[in-house]
C-alpha cells in the first residue's frame, strides 16, 4: 500500500505562485507515473501535469507554460510550481501515482485546497 500526502495548497491572489507537494511513503517512481490533478467546484476531476518514470512530463493546455511538475527521487516527493495563478485555477489539487507495470495500482492522495482569489 502506497500512501501520498500533499501540502502546499492555501489563498494566493491572481499572478502569485505556490508550489504543492507530494510525499510517498514508498520510492516509487520508478514505476509509476506521478500526476496532478484538480477539481474546480462544481466540475470533473481533470489531469493538470505529470511526469512519467522515465521523466517526461506533459501538460493540460490550460497550464502549460505556468506549471511545472518535478520530482526528487531521493526525497520521494513530487513538486507542482504553479506561477502566473489565475482565479479559474482554484479548486482541489490531488496527487496520483498510476503504476506502470501488472497490477497497474493507482493511489490518490487526500487533496489539497489552492484559491486564487483577490
Known amino acids: 500500500q502506497v500512501q501520498l500526502v500533499e501540502s502546499g495548497g492555501g489563498l494566493v491572489q491572481p499572478g502569485g505562485s505556490l508550489r504543492l507537494s507530494c510525499t510517498a511513503s514508498?520510492?516509487?517512481?520508478?514505476?509509476?507515473?506521478m500526476a496532478w490533478f484538480r477539481q474546480a467546484p462544481g466540475h470533473q476531476r481533470e489531469p493538470a501535469a505529470e511526469?512519467?518514470?522515465?521523466?517526461?512530463?506533459n501538460y493540460a493546455d490550460s497550464v502549460k507554460g505556468r506549471f511545472t511538475i518535478s520530482r526528487d527521487i531521493g526525497r520521494n516527493t513530487v513538486y507542482l510550481d504553479m506561477n502566473m495563478l489565475k482565479p479559474e485555477d482554484t479548486g482541489v489539487y490531488y496527487c496520483?501515482?498510476?503504476?506502470?507495470?501488472?497490477?497497474?495500482?493507482?493511489?490518490w492522495g487526500q487533496g489539497t485546497q489552492v484559491t486564487v482569489s483577490s
Open positions: 496520483h501515482a498510476q503504476g506502470i507495470l501488472p497490477p497497474n495500482q493507482s493511489y
Open positions: 514508498v520510492n516509487i517512481f520508478g514505476i509509476y507515473t
Open positions: 511526469i512519467t518514470a522515465g521523466d517526461v512530463t
